[in-house]
Nanobody, 124 residues
Framework: QVQLVESGGGSVQAGGSLRLSCAVHRYTYSSYCMAWFRQGPGNEREAIASINSYGGTTYADPVKGRFTISQDNAKNTLYLQMDSLKPEDSAMYYC??????????????????WGQGTQVTVSA
Protein backbone atom coordinates (compact mmCIF):
# COMPACT_ATOMS: atom_id res chain seq x y z
CA GLN A 1 0.00 0.00 0.00
CA VAL A 2 1.47 3.32 -1.11
CA GLN A 3 1.68 5.98 1.58
CA LEU A 4 1.92 9.67 0.76
CA VAL A 5 2.77 12.31 3.34
CA GLU A 6 2.56 16.00 2.44
CA SER A 7 4.38 18.83 4.17
CA GLY A 8 5.34 22.42 3.54
CA GLY A 9 2.01 24.16 3.75
CA GLY A 10 1.56 27.37 5.70
CA SER A 11 0.52 30.99 5.55
CA VAL A 12 2.08 33.47 3.17
CA GLN A 13 1.28 36.88 1.76
CA ALA A 14 0.21 37.36 -1.81
CA GLY A 15 3.17 37.33 -4.14
CA GLY A 16 5.11 34.98 -1.89
CA SER A 17 6.29 31.42 -2.44
CA LEU A 18 5.93 28.03 -0.81
CA ARG A 19 7.28 24.61 -1.66
CA LEU A 20 5.18 21.59 -0.87
CA SER A 21 6.71 18.16 -0.47
CA CYS A 22 5.14 14.73 -0.69
CA ALA A 23 7.14 11.83 0.72
CA VAL A 24 6.34 8.57 -1.03
CA HIS A 25 6.54 5.32 0.90
CA ARG A 26 6.30 1.75 -0.39
CA TYR A 27 5.79 2.70 -4.04
CA THR A 28 6.36 -0.31 -6.25
CA TYR A 29 5.14 0.82 -9.66
CA SER A 30 7.72 1.24 -12.42
CA SER A 31 5.31 3.37 -14.44
CA TYR A 32 3.11 5.91 -12.69
CA CYS A 33 1.64 9.35 -12.49
CA MET A 34 1.75 11.62 -9.51
CA ALA A 35 -0.23 14.78 -9.10
CA TRP A 36 -1.13 17.68 -6.87
CA PHE A 37 -4.76 18.50 -6.23
CA ARG A 38 -6.32 21.26 -4.19
CA GLN A 39 -9.69 21.93 -2.62
CA GLY A 40 -10.72 25.31 -1.36
CA PRO A 41 -13.70 26.07 0.88
CA GLY A 42 -16.92 25.36 -0.97
CA ASN A 43 -15.05 24.20 -4.06
CA GLU A 44 -14.62 20.84 -5.69
CA ARG A 45 -11.22 19.20 -5.62
CA GLU A 46 -9.26 20.13 -8.72
CA ALA A 47 -6.12 18.74 -10.29
CA ILE A 48 -3.48 21.41 -10.70
CA ALA A 49 -0.31 19.61 -11.78
CA SER A 50 0.81 16.12 -12.73
CA ILE A 51 4.03 14.36 -13.61
CA ASN A 52 4.57 10.94 -15.13
CA SER A 53 7.40 8.49 -14.58
CA TYR A 54 9.13 9.87 -17.70
CA GLY A 55 9.16 13.41 -16.27
CA GLY A 56 6.40 14.77 -18.46
CA THR A 57 4.33 17.45 -16.74
CA THR A 58 0.96 19.09 -17.15
CA TYR A 59 -0.57 22.09 -15.40
CA ALA A 60 -4.02 23.51 -14.95
CA ASP A 61 -4.49 26.96 -16.43
CA PRO A 62 -4.87 28.80 -13.07
CA VAL A 63 -1.36 27.78 -11.99
CA LYS A 64 0.47 27.59 -15.30
CA GLY A 65 3.63 29.70 -15.22
CA ARG A 66 3.52 30.07 -11.43
CA PHE A 67 3.70 26.51 -10.09
CA THR A 68 6.28 23.83 -10.89
CA ILE A 69 5.88 20.12 -10.17
CA SER A 70 9.00 18.00 -9.86
CA GLN A 71 10.19 14.74 -8.40
CA ASP A 72 13.37 13.50 -6.80
CA ASN A 73 13.40 9.76 -7.35
CA ALA A 74 16.46 9.29 -5.13
CA LYS A 75 14.54 10.81 -2.23
CA ASN A 76 11.15 9.34 -3.22
CA THR A 77 9.70 12.82 -2.96
CA LEU A 78 7.31 14.85 -5.08
CA TYR A 79 7.46 18.65 -4.94
CA LEU A 80 5.26 21.57 -5.86
CA GLN A 81 7.05 24.92 -6.05
CA MET A 82 4.44 27.66 -5.82
CA ASP A 83 5.47 31.20 -6.77
CA SER A 84 3.54 34.43 -7.16
CA LEU A 85 0.87 33.09 -4.86
CA LYS A 86 -2.59 34.64 -4.90
CA PRO A 87 -5.36 34.61 -2.29
CA GLU A 88 -7.37 32.34 -4.58
CA ASP A 89 -4.62 29.72 -4.24
CA SER A 90 -5.68 29.21 -0.62
CA ALA A 91 -6.78 25.60 -0.25
CA MET A 92 -5.95 22.22 1.15
CA TYR A 93 -3.36 20.66 -1.12
CA TYR A 94 -3.14 16.92 -1.66
CA CYS A 95 -0.66 14.73 -3.48
CA UNK A 96 -1.89 11.63 -5.27
CA UNK A 97 -0.44 8.68 -7.14
CA UNK A 98 -1.55 5.93 -9.48
CA UNK A 99 0.25 3.05 -11.13
CA UNK A 100 0.08 2.78 -14.91
CA UNK A 101 0.76 0.27 -17.63
CA UNK A 102 4.39 0.50 -18.73
CA UNK A 103 4.74 2.97 -21.57
CA UNK A 104 1.73 5.06 -20.63
CA UNK A 105 2.55 8.77 -20.72
CA UNK A 106 -0.84 10.39 -20.25
CA UNK A 107 -1.88 10.87 -16.66
CA UNK A 108 -5.42 9.81 -15.84
CA UNK A 109 -8.17 11.75 -14.10
CA UNK A 110 -8.47 9.24 -11.28
CA UNK A 111 -5.86 8.40 -8.65
CA UNK A 112 -5.99 5.66 -6.06
CA UNK A 113 -3.48 6.77 -3.43
CA TRP A 114 -3.81 10.04 -1.52
CA GLY A 115 -2.02 11.95 1.17
CA GLN A 116 -3.71 13.59 4.13
CA GLY A 117 -3.31 17.11 2.77
CA THR A 118 -1.47 20.27 3.79
CA GLN A 119 -3.11 23.67 4.17
CA VAL A 120 -1.99 26.69 2.17
CA THR A 121 -3.33 30.11 3.09
CA VAL A 122 -2.49 33.20 1.07
CA SER A 123 -3.42 36.57 2.48
CA ALA A 124 -3.96 39.70 0.43
Amino acid sequence: QVQLVESGGGSVQAGGSLRLSCAVHRYTYSSYCMAWFRQGPGNEREAIASINSYGGTTYADPVKGRFTISQDNAKNTLYLQMDSLKPEDSAMYYCAAVGLRVGTITCPRNYNSWGQGTQVTVSA
